[in-house]
């Protein structure tokens, strides 16, 4: 008897791209899904945004699991694992978990690391869902303080916070992402909070600083600012000023 369940599992893609070495460790075959739940100021894929509308000049598509096991298994020789990202992919959980296990339970993938690139705003049963298929998590930690949060990204991050705490219970933060734009989520004092909070989870937690670059972001009034090379260097001393965080700066 066939029914719903039966059906294949699809997920709605942005793009992929075979090779990347700024999505996780290594070089990384990309998942790029589409749709997200946050509609990000700073935001550097603004076309992945929407869920399910065609956007001219952009071509999102549903991809079945045994396609994008075609593409990644081209890849396989040059890359040392998969990343799915957005978009947000935890907003398609089912499709997620189905491409993971996909790849753990092909003999030639097997050996791929399985990431996902997360704005971290999901309910925390979507990660228990994945644990037993995934390696890691990346989570973008927009802003510690929940007005600022809302400011820039429209949304509340208590389960952005909530993320990361299981997350690391369950052995599964590989890192935060911290952008930082100038003027906005980058007041020392602000810093220093957002430090001591994540040194509570993990004073050795591995932190990615980036600076926002205006390229490929909306234009905003009054434009948003890039920070300095040295105003990120400094950012990256206070934190470790609180804890011995393994900072990486971009
Ligand atoms: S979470 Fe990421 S993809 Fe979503 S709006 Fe923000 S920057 Fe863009």
Not at 95 to 107: E, I, N
């Amino acid at each position: 008897m066939s029914g719903i369940l039966d059906r294949p599992v699809t997920g709605f893609v942005a793009d992929t791209i075979s090779f990347s070495n700024v999505d996780g460790p290594g070089n990384r075959f990309v998942v790029f899904l589409q749709g997200c739940n946050f509609d990000c100021v700073a935001c550097h894929n603004p076309q992945t945004i929407p869920g399910h509308r065609p956007l001219e000049g952009h071509d999102p598509h549903h991809l079945g699991i045994d396609e994008l096991l075609v593409r990644i298994r081209r890849a396989t020789p040059f890359i040392r694992g998969i990343t799915a990202s957005g978009g947000e992919a935890t907003q398609q959980p089912i499709f997620l978990r189905a491409l993971f296990a996909a790849v753990k339970s092909d003999p030639a993938l097997a050996h791929l690391t399985c990431l996902v690139d997360s704005n971290g705003a999901t309910d925390l049963a979507v990660w228990d869902d994945l644990a037993p298929v995934m390696d890691g998590a990346m989570i973008d930690l927009k802003c510690f303080d929940p007005d600022i949060h809302r400011e820039m990204t429209g949304q509340p991050n208590h389960q952005v916070l909530a993320s990361i705490v299981r997350l690391h219970q369950l052995g599964l933060l590989y890192e935060v992402r911290m952008l930082l734009l100038s003027g906005v989520n980058d007041a020392p004092d602000l810093l220093r909070r957002t430090a001591e909070w994540l040194a509570a989870i993990d004073p050795e937690m591995r932190v990615k600083l980036i600076g926002f670059r205006a390229h490929g972001a909306r234009p905003h009034d009054p434009p948003l600012v890039e920070p300095t090379a040295d105003a990120i260097a400094w950012a990256a001393d206070l934190m470790r000023g609180v804890a011995p965080f393994d900072i990486c700066v971009v």
